[in-house]
Nanobody, 122 residues
Framework: QVQLVESGGGLVQAGGSLRLSCAAS????????MGWYRQAPGKQRELVAT???????RYADSVKGRFTISRDNAKNTVYLEMNSLKPEDTARYYC????????????????WGQGTQVTVSS
């Protein structure tokens, strides 16, 4: 069983910055893709950024040039550095990982964190 825990959300002024972290724990053999998604009230959950095990990165058009995703495989952690935040970035941000578990047998699953709130005021 794998658990993902996000941290780093909060309230910031427009133009400010936050760094989100998401650490995975459990019976992890390896992690393929890691990513961040967000969901604002009244909107569907959307992709923010993903990073593969080979460090291939994709960003939503709305965050390109402002957000940076990175990963630390030794810590089973993915980060999202958010700069030049805008009010429209306000959402609950969720961590997502494609995990190859080691117990009870080798298998791959997608896990989600509980989310961390990011609120950007104008």
């Amino acid at each position: 069983q794998v658990q993902l825990v996000e941290s780093g959300g909060g309230l910031v002024q427009a133009g400010g910055s936050l760094r989100l972290s998401c650490a995975a724990s459990g019976n992890i053999f390896s992690i393929n893709a890691m990513g961040w998604y967000r969901q604002a009230p009244g909107k569907q959950r959307e992709l923010v950024a993903t990073i593969s095990n080979g460090d291939r990165i994709r960003y939503a058009d709305s965050v390109k040039g402002r957000f940076t995703i990175s990963r630390d495989n030794a810590k089973n952690t993915v980060y999202l550095e958010m700069n030049s935040l805008k009010p429209e970035d306000t959402a609950r941000y969720y961590c997502n990982m494609e995990v190859r578990v080691s117990s009870p047998r080798i298998a791959e699953y997608v896990y989600w964190g509980q989310g961390t709130q990011v609120t950007v005021s104008s």
